[in-house]
């Protein structure tokens, strides 16, 4: 493996000992931290990259990114209302990843119904 296999993994530990350590003293700059775009442009390096920078593969790849928002704010608000009806972490999660993936499957199943997989 090269260095550059680890860097990934290097951000991210930081990103997590990051909200950690600020949570402490603040929840917002600490959730801030938690949803910065840091694997996005990681990812897009990876296949910028390994496309040998192609316009069109970075062009679908950012496409298929925004398509995958939206079931990531569906993660996040399903785990807001579960916080707030009192779920314990575990199923709070559960519940989130239920949405995200719910949200997901009717993405994929109505592009493939409109014909733009």
Avoid: C, E, H
């Amino acid at each position: 493996m090269k260095w550059s296999d680890f860097i990934p993994v290097g951000i991210s530990m930081i990103v997590i000992l990051t909200v950690a350590i600020v949570q402490k003293q603040s929840k917002l700059v600490a959730a801030v931290t938690a949803t910065m775009p840091v694997t996005i442009p990681l990812a897009l390096w990876i296949v910028y990259s390994s496309n040998q920078g192609d316009r069109a593969a970075v062009t679908q790849f950012t496409q298929s990114m925004l398509i995958g928002i939206v079931p990531t704010v569906s993660f996040i608000v399903a785990i807001w209302l579960a916080s707030r009806l009192g779920f314990k972490l575990l199923p709070m999660i559960a519940v989130g990843y239920g949405t995200w993936a719910t949200v997901l499957a009717i993405i994929v199943g109505l592009r493939r119904v409109l014909g733009k997989s």
